[in-house]
Nanobody
C-alpha cells in the first residue's frame, strides 16, 4: 500500500513563504507524477502544481500560483517539494499531496493546512 508522508504548512503573513514536502513510500520510478491540490472552505479541490517523477522534469502550475510557487522533486528520496512564495490570503486552504502511479491509480495524502493571514 502506497503511503504519502506530508510535512510543512502552517500559518504565515501575506507575502511570506512556506515549503511543503511529500515523501512517497514507493520507488519514484513507479510514479507518473507527483503534486499538490488544495481545497479552501466551500470550494472544490483544485490543482496547484505537478511534476513528473523521473527523467525530464516537466512541471504544471495553476495560473493563480505561476511565478510564486515552485515544485521540485528529489528522485533519490522519492520526495516532492512545493516552495510557496509571496503567499496571499486566497492561498489559504488544505493542501493535499497526490501521486499518480504508472498503473493509473491515484494516491492522496492526509492534507496539511496552510493559512495566510495578517
Amino acid at each position: 500500500q502506497v503511503q504519502l508522508v506530508e510535512s510543512g504548512g502552517g500559518s504565515v503573513q501575506p507575502g511570506g513563504s512556506l515549503r511543503l514536502s511529500c515523501a512517497a513510500s514507493v520507488s519514484i520510478f513507479s510514479i507518473n507524477n507527483m503534486g499538490w491540490y488544495r481545497q479552501a472552505p466551500g470550494k472544490q479541490r483544485e490543482l496547484v502544481a505537478t511534476v513528473t517523477s523521473a527523467g525530464s522534469t516537466n512541471t504544471n502550475y495553476a495560473d493563480s500560483v505561476k511565478g510564486r510557487f515552485i515544485i521540485s522533486r528529489d528522485s533519490a528520496k522519492n520526495t516532492a517539494y512545493l516552495q510557496m512564495n509571496s503567499l496571499k490570503p486566497e492561498d489559504t486552504a488544505v493542501y493535499y499531496c497526490t501521486v499518480l502511479l504508472r498503473t493509473g491509480f491515484r494516491v492522496w495524502g492526509q492534507g496539511t493546512q496552510v493559512t495566510v493571514s495578517s
